[in-house]
Every structure is written in C-alpha cells, then in structure tokens.
C-alpha cells in the first residue's frame, strides 16, 4: 500500500468515529469535526516524517 493510501485509510477511519460524534453534538460539533481532522491529518503526516516515510516519497526539484 502507497504513503497515500495509508495516509487515506488511517484518515478516513478517524473521521467515521469523528462524524459520529459530531452528528450527536449539532452545529458545534461539526465545527470540531473540522478542527479534529486537521489535527489528526497534521499529527499522522508529522507521524510518518519521523518515521521518514515522507521524505523517501518526495520528489526533489
């Protein structure tokens, strides 16, 4: 499986349980579903630098 598509499943799965809690919390929630997937999209990329996945998979110019 691609950087991507872990970065994507990983993700993903985090957002079913987010949303869930959101749709129960109305309009405030889904403000802090938003506020909780950048979270998450930022803490699992900073995850995946240390492990230096991120930088084998980029492309220098």
């Known amino acids: 499986m691609s950087l991507p598509e872990r970065l994507s499943a990983r993700l993903l799965e985090r957002a079913g ?3 869930a809690q959101a749709e129960e919390q109305g309009e405030a929630g889904r403000r802090d579903l ?13 995850r995946l630098d240390g492990a230096g996945e991120l930088r084998s998979s980029r492309t220098v110019r």
Do not use: N, Q, S, W
């Open 17 to 19: 349980r987010y949303r």
């Open 34 to 46: 938003l506020r909780m997937m950048a979270d998450a999209y930022r803490a699992e990329a900073e």
